[in-house]
Nanobody, 123 residues
Framework: QVQLVESGGGLVQPGGSLRLSCAAS????????MGWYRQTPGKERELVAA???????NYADSVKDRFTISRDNAKNMVYLQMNSLKPEDTAVYYC?????????????????WGQGTQVAVSS
């Protein structure tokens, strides 16, 4: 029903910047909270940043003041601007979206995940 496709990952030097994009497509009434998670081998997937439908944001302490999450509701996209990147930011980054299936009261809400995009920060 819903597909999330991430893009924008790559290799960057410490201190550099990347912007990740996530495009949502398919059948749904609305995108609610959207977020970015990341995961490295041997570690659990962790929340990096999230943004609600009205624009409220929250961030992991490790990325505050460096990363900015934003969304374009008209395009059904969410972005993660990553500045001042550090080697410890290296991970696979996943897009997540909470989706309401229809406009009707009591409609079900579903969680979707993208396939992930690799971010590597290294000299």
């Amino acid at each position: 029903q819903v597909q999330l496709v991430e893009s924008g990952g790559g290799l960057v030097q410490p201190g550099g910047s990347l912007r990740l994009s996530c495009a949502a497509s398919g059948s749904f009434f609305s995108l609610n909270t959207m977020g970015w998670y990341r995961q490295t081998p041997g570690k659990e997937r962790e929340l990096v940043a999230a943004i609600t439908s009205d624009g409220s944001t929250n961030y992991a302490d490790s990325v505050k003041d460096r990363f900015t999450i934003s969304r374009d509701n008209a395009k059904n996209m969410v972005y993660l601007q990553m500045n001042s990147l550090k080697p410890e930011d290296t991970a696979v980054y996943y897009c997540n979206a909470e989706v309401t299936a229809s406009r009707f009261r009591g409609a079900r809400t579903y969680l979707y995940w993208g396939q992930g995009t690799q971010v590597a920060v290294s000299s």
